[in-house]
């Protein structure tokens, strides 16, 4: 366990590195307050753990490492909040009821619009399309209608892309 003379030397040593470690912090996320909120991130995790560094080691690869790991966590944060916005539409991502009651009839004349605009489309987009709103897996999808997977992807792709153009309002 560290003394509190050890304490008092661990952040002396910190307050050495701070220039540093903001140096760093502004090069890897390009932007001013990003590489602030960046090293007091870092900071906060070095004293809150500071207990764990071994006192005769290198303490400035010892906080650049948790910059950097603290960095590639909030990365990968971001991009998983991307994919999950960049997958669902805006209006699946809100709750737009807002407390207003079911419209059944909107929801089928949308949903008439929908069948309508499916079985317009060509027999060899409109299948495999069909099984994979029904539930089906691509794999299936190709066993089933001995095609490779790549085709059934791609008529997938084209046949979402002609319902877009067919159900714009």
Request: glycine share 4%; charged share 25%.
């Amino acid at each position: 366990m560290m003394t509190n003379d050890t304490r008092a030397d661990f952040t002396h040593q910190i307050t050495q590195i701070r220039g540093k470690l903001h140096q760093y912090a502004l090069q890897i996320t390009k932007n001013s307050e990003d590489a602030n909120d960046l090293v007091q991130d870092t900071l906060l995790k070095a004293y809150r753990y500071w207990h764990t560094f071994k006192p005769d080691t290198n303490l400035k690869a010892w906080l650049f490492t948790i910059m950097h790991n603290t960095f590639m966590t909030q990365c990968g944060r971001v991009m998983r909040e991307r994919r999950i916005l960049v997958q669902k539409p805006f209006y699946e991502l809100c709750d737009l009821t807002g407390g207003a009651l079911p419209n059944g009839a909107i929801s089928q004349a949308v949903l008439d619009d929908i069948q309508s605009a499916t079985a317009q489309l060509i027999t060899k987009y409109r299948e495999p399309f069909q099984l994979h709103i029904d539930g089906f897996k691509y794999c299936e999808i190709a066993r089933r209608l001995s095609i490779p997977l790549g085709t059934v992807k791609s008529r997938i792709f084209i046949a979402r892309k002609e319902l877009k153009q067919r159900l714009q309002p």
